[in-house]
């Protein structure tokens, strides 16, 4: 699922020696939801949805923005009289039917990319800011970035549609994107 540009850092052939890479979707879309009717915009309850989650510092700002995104949209929709269903923790994700049933009650639902910004090749960036944060509770994630990844922050871009995405469209979901 890896962008075909990313793919000589990702998989270097020094590295990998002489490896086919194909391209592939981050998801499909499974039959079942191919054939199953959607009750009509106007009458599910839920105005927008929203399952995500907020990945740990070390995957660096495009981590850090689902929860920011999903922050903001709850509240400038509940702020605007808009009916949310928003959630980023792991307790609140939802899978096989329970997932379809709420995206069928919702009109909208938020979408973001699938993405991390810090590619950790070796783990050493991933051990280290779990032990300063276990240290440092406190810390913000811009002092964890300047001390432990930000040099290599953004290098490599590997952002892709999320699957959910896909699974949306199937309901007849309308998509609130953000890139």
């Known amino acids: 699922v890896i962008p075909s540009t990313a793919w000589p850092d990702i998989y270097p052939p020094a ?5 086919r890479l194909v391209n592939t979707l ?31 510092a070390w995957h660096g700002r495009a981590g850090e923005e ?9 509240s400038d929709a509940r702020a605007c009289g808009l009916r949310t269903d928003i959630e980023v923790t792991e307790g609140s ?6 997932w379809d049933r709420f995206m069928a009650s919702c009109k909208a639902m938020l979408g973001t990319e699938s993405d991390v910004s810090v590619i950790d090749f070796t783990g050493e960036i991933a051990v280290a800011t779990e032990a300063y944060q276990r240290e440092h509770p406190e810390a913000t994630v811009a ?23 896909f699974e949306a469209i199937s309901h ?4 609130i994107m953000y890139e």
């Open 15 to 19: 590295r990998v020696g002489r490896i």
């Open 26 to 56: 981050t998801g499909y879309v499974p039959p079942r939801l191919l054939r199953s009717d959607q009750p009509p915009a106007a009458n599910r309850p839920i105005d927008i949805g929203y399952r995500g989650r907020v990945y740990p």
């Open 66 to 74: 689902r929860g920011t995104i999903a922050s903001r949209v709850r």
């Open 93 to 98: 994700r939802l899978y096989g039917r329970a």
């Open 143 to 165: 002092e964890i970035r300047a001390r432990f990844f930000g040099d290599v922050e953004d290098r490599i871009g590997i952002a892709q549609i999320s699957p959910r995405v």
């Open 172 to 175: 007849r979901t309308l998509l």
